[in-house]
């Protein structure tokens, strides 16, 4: 494939994208858009981008496909800054982790939502930046695309080429079905765990618990080393479903509370056995 | 080191106990107490324990040390079913995950703790049974010892000796201290991954939950496969400070879902950032 372009935001998520495409052999030109020319330069020097531009509407110039792969606190500014320079045909994706705000923020920059492709790559790493980046980050991973009723199809199957260029698989669903999917399995358990280590690093002694920390716990603290500023952005962009799935497992946490409150051993043992058998069942 | 030892519950961490100790060069007699003759023959064969005893009497006579590694459910039974053939010097030890119920259980079967050194090895996989049992278990691992004030500090000493030869590091602390400990960092993280676990697994769509299931869920899911009967006994063995735990940590989930209700991104942002700040400070 060929055609140039353009990636808003050359971190590990967009400088994986780059690497990945030119590893597959991708011959388009690659141009990355940043506000700092050094760390663009340095996705030149590593590969993930052909030339770096710290002008939005420079950037996109040229540009068949655009990927927005910025915070999403960023998203919306980002939009703004380069719609004077898209490409009448340019096509619109993104890589952020909610889409119903993704779509929101497309529609009040770009107003016009038939060449915007919402997409949401399920990879990552703990680390960020392009310095974190490398080709292989989205071998075997699922990419969910969530195109609306609007969205022109050739877009879509232009955004699933180039994701199955650098060894994702493609899927598509519902912008609703795909932010209340990821709020129960993602941004529900990383605030379960956030919220965890922040009530333990509080608490009486937190360098022995950290100390002692056994299995069920090292899992948590993994997991709160997350971006900080990613996951606020997540909260805000993500608040519904998230408030529903936090509503919801308070719920369950309370029932299961006055288990062990009561010494109901039956009921805890009959809750324990529920979880491992929906594990052993999905997860094999 | 020399010495009959007898291990009462051959499974993973009494068969892993037998064979760190065999392999580490201990020359003692080790005696392996069971209800099941096969289980007892099949630990033989596999070289965790010499012989099998059925009957408890039998089995710890001629002990000096009597470890319990049978589900804590079980406890107080099997130490009233030994009680009547512990030598006068015996001294007896255990590897539940709570103290603070096995006190409770050695006093209510043995009267005196004088011989009675409560102990909790830090360590296990998600298998159970004699055959998931190897001899490198404990090496690297911390065994905490909680002796009473009563306890004989000759008997402490000669537990600490053997899980030392397992490969283990010992520490000793109060009984209240670590039940406290391990209700924040085992207990509670474990009731959370289960909560999860089975609220998700009884709403709406199962399948494509776990099917879409991404990085932090995946980690929930390994922690709720452990075994439902210990982790029932182990509710029911800790509940005061599970009970603890549990209520403040709801505390602080309530506080953080008011703040993605009241989209209070610097509340939230200042939150995560106290959790990714103690995990990096503690956990290197």
């Given at each position: 494939m060929s055609g140039r372009i353009a990636i808003a935001g050359v971190g590990l998520i967009g400088?994986?994208?780059?690497?990945?495409?030119?590893?597959?052999?991708?011959?388009?030109?690659?141009?990355?858009?940043?506000?700092?020319?050094?760390?663009?330069?340095?996705?030149v020097r590593l590969?993930?981008?052909?030339?770096?531009?710290?002008?939005?509407?420079?950037g996109v110039a040229g540009a068949e496909v655009v990927l927005l792969?910025?915070?999403?606190?960023?998203?919306?500014?980002?939009?703004?800054?380069?719609?004077?320079?898209?490409?009448?045909?340019?096509?619109?994706?993104?890589?952020?982790?909610?889409?119903?705000?993704?779509?929101?923020?497309a529609r009040a920059a770009l107003g016009s939502l038939e060449r915007v492709?919402?997409?949401?790559?399920?990879?990552?790493?703990?680390?960020?930046?392009?310095?974190?980046?490398?080709?292989?980050?989205?071998?075997?991973?699922?990419?969910?695309?969530?195109?609306?009723?609007?969205?022109?199809?050739?877009?879509?199957?232009?955004?699933?080429?180039?994701?199955?260029?650098?060894?994702a698989c493609t899927e598509r669903l519902s912008v609703e079905a795909h932010d209340r999917l990821l709020a129960a399995t993602s941004h529900l358990p990383h605030m379960l765990a956030f919220g965890l280590v922040d009530a333990l690093a509080r608490g009486d002694d937190p360098g022995a618990v950290f100390r002692y920390a056994a299995g069920g716990f090292r899992d948590f603290t993994r997991i709160a080393s997350s971006d900080p500023v990613m996951w606020r952005d997540i909260c805000l962009a993500n608040r519904d479903a998230l408030l529903g799935a936090l509503e919801a497992y308070?719920?369950?946490?309370?029932?299961l509370t006055e288990e062990v409150r009561a010494g109901d051993g039956a009921g805890l043992l009959a809750r324990f056995q529920r979880a491992k058998t929906a594990r052993d069942r999905f997860c094999g």
């Open positions: 400088g994986s994208f780059g690497l990945a495409l030119k590893a597959a052999g991708y011959d388009g030109e690659i141009v990355g858009l940043g506000r700092d020319a050094e760390r663009l330069a340095a996705a590969g993930a981008i052909d030339r770096g531009e710290t002008d939005a509407v420079a792969a910025v915070p999403m606190g960023s998203m919306r500014a980002v939009l703004a800054a380069l719609a004077p320079g898209l490409e009448p045909g340019a096509i619109v994706t993104d890589a952020g982790s909610v889409k119903g705000s993704f779509v929101r923020d492709v919402p997409g949401h790559p399920i990879a990552g790493t703990e680390h960020s930046g392009v310095a974190a980046a490398f080709p292989e980050l989205y071998a075997g991973r699922r990419v969910i695309l969530t195109p609306l009723p609007e969205t022109e199809e050739a877009g879509v199957v232009r955004v699933e080429r180039l994701w199955r260029m650098t060894g308070r719920d369950d946490l309370d029932a």
